[in-house]
């Protein structure tokens, strides 16, 4: 008989004893499997949005929540659409472009959903002439640009989802998101109802992975005018040149805007990060918890399958087993329970982080190979670690004394 | 006493407001460009959208500034809740825009000059612009770059070099050319703000200028094309930050910026 199928047999003689030991095991790895996917999609999520929008500065009502940069348009809560103007007429240094947004709830065949108020850029060409005027008289210093006409990408519908502006929007035009589109099985071309009036669908966005994706999008003043809004925006997003000129530029807008919250995406993210920055430490946490419970687990079960077992130990010892064989007996069987819970726990934690991903922290969550590799290394090796001793005790046992308390 | 003055002052500028109210309606704001443009006058366009103390202290500083300038400027207004207003409330888009609010037009049609809420009497002469400085605006304002040709006797030259640039297929019929000579007494302020001193001169400049209003650079008579349009690749770029989207490879030099902040 092999030694791999006589531990087998010794795992299935105590079925009660292996399930306790890889449940303590798998419970850790999920823990930490699942925390860790989170965590560093999380992470990258953070990363992207600054080097995405790092240059970008939101203007939005002094109470508005943001615990989401892309949703902080969507509080409920109103400015008046005038500071568009104000800013425009202030000729700030790194100003490069104003999208003021409007969220209004709308529905689609009685289903809700979000419609999004966004002005063009085209609509701002009248007040090219405020720029010149104002600025003409200043030097040319830092973050100040010579314009340049839009490009092919600019022009694009597209450019919504990746530079968060649009060159056209027509009135009756909409633009939907990824999600909004395929829920509502909408396409280029169609018809839709928002609000009581017609629209015809301009566009639909490539997936972000952003509230974006489920909203729909039409001109500022259509929405505001159908949904008797008034003059006024949900928050107006700057579109700086550059991170340091965001910064720079932040003070100068808080004061022009003292009704307003003017924050930078750096600080729209930073609660994220302090969050992301907790789950690291609880991480570190679960795995400590996992080598001390899974350890101490694996441990009682192979000490006490050592003792149960000193006659069966005996016996091979005096069939001409080594000591080596005795202890790589109950190794190998810590093997197999590290094994077993870690890949159960592994394949758990990435199915609870790609499920809770989405509904817990807003962030879609793929399986890490890396994670789940070292997860389960991790596993094998406190297993081992815990059955070191007791595998030795084994291997140290007198046949003789043995038969003796039998 | 004080306050019965305060009070006389503004009982004075109610009324003139509502005497120009009165009388503006009856002549559509588009004739008084027109006509303000034919005279070579400046049209200053007073948007209200109530007769408040706001509108009133606009009122009050344009009517003082423009006191002594009867022959250089037109003073007329836009009531923004009126529906026979819209053509020329969109074509300044000021519909939305804060109020009270003066734009300033020159007789070529420029805007050169947009004012909000409040206004000084300061503000109102800076928005009297030379005439090339508003050939200028106007240009910069319909999106086209301006070459500023500066010479050293009446009929300025235009150097070989801006006549190759304009006639380069990627930036045909994208420019326009001010010519004018360093010693026109007219163009005192626009060459203080070109930094051109007539005094200093010795040889014809170019100052090249793109939208909204940046001075791309200034270039002598022998300067080429390809010089030029290197200064307009590099106005386009914005600033020397790494990180500034404009300039290409910004994101690979992340660690500079957190440096150079960091030393802040």
């Given at each position: ?5 006589i531990?087998w047999k010794?795992l299935r ?11 303590a ?17 999380s992470e990258?999520?953070?990363g992207?949005?600054?080097?995405q929008?790092g240059?970008n500065?939101l203007i939005?009502p002094?109470g508005a929540?943001l615990?989401d940069?892309?949703?902080?348009d969507?509080n409920g809560?109103?400015?008046p659409e ?10 700030l240094?790194g100003?490069e472009?104003?999208s003021?947004k409007?969220c209004?709830p709308?529905?689609?065949?009685g289903q809700?959903?979000?419609l999004t108020?966004i002005l063009?850029q ?6 090219a ?6 600025m003409?008289?200043?030097p040319?210093?830092?973050?100040q ?6 490009t ?9 989802a990746?530079?968060?502006t ?8 909409v633009v939907?998101g ?5 829920r509502?099985d ?16 301009l566009a639909?966005?490539?997936e972000?992975g952003?509230?974006d ?7 500022l003043?259509?929405v505001?005018d159908?949904?008797?809004a008034?003059s006024?925006?949900?928050?107006i997003?700057?579109?700086g040149?550059?991170?340091d000129?965001a910064?720079d530029l932040?003070?100068q807008l808080?004061?022009?805007l ?6 930078t995406i750096s600080q729209?993210?930073?609660?994220q990060v302090?969050?992301?920055r ?9 795995l400590v918890v ?5 350890g101490?687990?694996?441990l ?13 130990i ?5 069939l001409?087993a ?6 790589l007996l109950f190794?190998?069987?810590?093997t197999w329970l590290?094994a077993?819970g ?5 394949a758990?934690g990435v ?8 509904r ?8 890490l190979y ?7 290394g991790?596993a094998i090796g ?9 595998a030795?005790?084994a ?10 308390e039998? | 006493?004080?306050r ?6 503004t009982v004075?500028l109610t009324g003139s407001f509502?005497?120009?109210q009165d009388?503006?309606?009856a002549r ?25 103390p706001?509108?009133?202290a606009?009122l ?6 423009l006191?002594d300038?009867?022959?250089e400027?037109t003073?007329?207004?836009v009531?923004v809740?009126k529906r026979g207003?819209?053509?020329?409330i969109?074509?300044?888009?000021v519909g939305?825009?804060?109020?009270p609010?003066?734009?300033a037009v020159a007789?070529n ?5 947009v004012?909000?809420?409040s206004l ?9 612009a ?6 200028c ?15 050293l ?9 801006v006549?190759?640039f304009r006639t ?7 420019s326009?050319v ?10 005192k ?14 040889s014809?400049?170019t100052?090249?200028?793109?939208p909204?209003a940046?001075?791309v ?5 022998a300067?080429?094309k390809n010089?030029?349009a290197?200064?307009?690749h590099a106005?386009?770029k914005?600033c020397?930050d790494?990180n500034c989207?404009?300039n290409h490879g910004?994101?690979q030099a992340?660690?500079a910026t957190s ?6």
């Amino acid at each position: 008989m092999r030694l791999r199928t006589i531990v087998w047999k010794e795992l299935r003689e105590r079925p009660t004893a292996m399930f306790t030991g890889v449940l303590a095991v798998m419970l850790g790895v999920t823990a930490l499997v699942a925390l860790r996917h989170v965590t560093v999609f999380s992470e990258r999520e953070v990363g992207r949005q600054l080097n995405q929008l790092g240059a970008n500065i939101l203007i939005v009502p002094k109470g508005a929540s943001l615990q989401d940069y892309y949703s902080a348009d969507n509080n409920g809560q109103t400015l008046p659409e005038e500071h568009v103007d104000e800013i425009l007429l202030a000729t700030l240094t790194g100003v490069e472009k104003l999208s003021p947004k409007l969220c209004v709830p709308a529905d689609i065949d009685g289903q809700p959903i979000t419609l999004t108020g966004i002005l063009p850029q085209s609509e701002f060409e009248a007040k090219a002439a405020w720029q010149t005027a104002s600025m003409f008289k200043q030097p040319h210093v830092g973050c100040q640009r010579a314009h340049s006409p839009p490009t092919a990408e600019d022009r694009s519908p597209a450019a919504l989802a990746t530079q968060r502006t649009i060159e056209q929007l027509n009135h009756q035009d909409v633009v939907f998101g990824a999600e909004a589109a395929a829920r509502h099985d909408v396409h280029v071309g169609d018809h839709v109802t928002l609000l009581g009036a017609p629209f015809e669908v301009l566009a639909i966005l490539p997936e972000t992975g952003t509230a974006d994706d489920s909203r729909v999008f039409a001109h500022l003043h259509r929405v505001q005018d159908l949904s008797d809004a008034g003059s006024v925006v949900s928050a107006i997003e700057v579109l700086g040149c550059c991170e340091d000129a965001a910064g720079d530029l932040v003070p100068q807008l808080a004061k022009l805007l003292p009704d307003s919250r003017v924050v930078t995406i750096s600080q729209v993210v930073e609660t994220q990060v302090n969050v992301n920055r907790l789950m690291s430490g609880v991480s570190i946490l679960v795995l400590v918890v996992l080598v001390l419970v899974g350890g101490a687990s694996v441990l009682s079960t192979i000490a006490s399958n050592v003792r149960e077992r000193r006659r069966e130990i005996g016996t091979l010892v005096a069939l001409g087993a080594t000591p080596r064989l005795v202890s790589l007996l109950f190794l190998l069987k810590a093997t197999w329970l590290g094994a077993i819970g870690g890949l159960g726990g592994a394949a758990l934690g990435v199915g609870v982080a790609m499920w809770l991903g989405p509904r817990w922290a807003g962030i879609s969550v793929l399986p890490l190979y890396d994670v789940a590799a070292m997860a389960v290394g991790a596993a094998i090796g406190v297993t081992l670690l815990a059955a070191y001793w007791p595998a030795r005790q084994a291997a140290r046992l007198d046949p003789c004394i043995c038969f003796r308390e039998v | 006493m004080q306050r019965l003055a305060v009070f006389l002052a503004t009982v004075a500028l109610t009324g003139s407001f509502a005497q120009a109210q009165d009388a503006s309606p009856a002549r559509d704001v588009q004739q008084v460009l027109t006509s303000a443009a034919a005279d070579g006058r400046f049209t200053f366009i007073l948007f209200y959208r109530d007769n408040g103390p706001a509108t009133q202290a606009m009122l009050a500083t344009l009517q003082q500034a423009l006191t002594d300038r009867d022959d250089e400027a037109t003073l007329t207004y836009v009531d923004v809740n009126k529906r026979g207003q819209k053509p020329v409330i969109d074509r300044f888009g000021v519909g939305r825009a804060p109020m009270p609010l003066t734009v300033a037009v020159a007789p070529n049609g420029a805007v050169t000059g947009v004012f909000a809420r409040s206004l000084t009497e300061a503000r109102v002469a800076d928005a009297f612009a030379t005439p090339n400085m508003a050939r200028c605006m106007k240009s910069m304002q319909e999106g086209r770059l301006v070459f500023v040709c500066i010479g050293l006797d009446d009929g300025a030259d235009v150097p070989a070099g801006v006549r190759d640039f304009r006639t380069d297929p990627e930036f045909d019929g994208r420019s326009d050319v001010v010519a004018f000579s360093a010693y026109d007494p007219a163009e005192k302020d626009f060459l203080d703000q070109l930094k051109v001193d007539p005094a200093a001169l010795r040889s014809p400049v170019t100052a090249f200028l793109a939208p909204p209003a940046v001075l791309v650079g200034k270039f002598g008579p022998a300067a080429t094309k390809n010089e030029m349009a290197a200064a307009l690749h590099a106005a386009g770029k914005c600033c020397d930050d790494p990180n500034c989207k404009h300039n290409h490879g910004g994101q690979q030099a992340k660690p500079a910026t957190s440096a150079r902040r960091n030393s802040r």
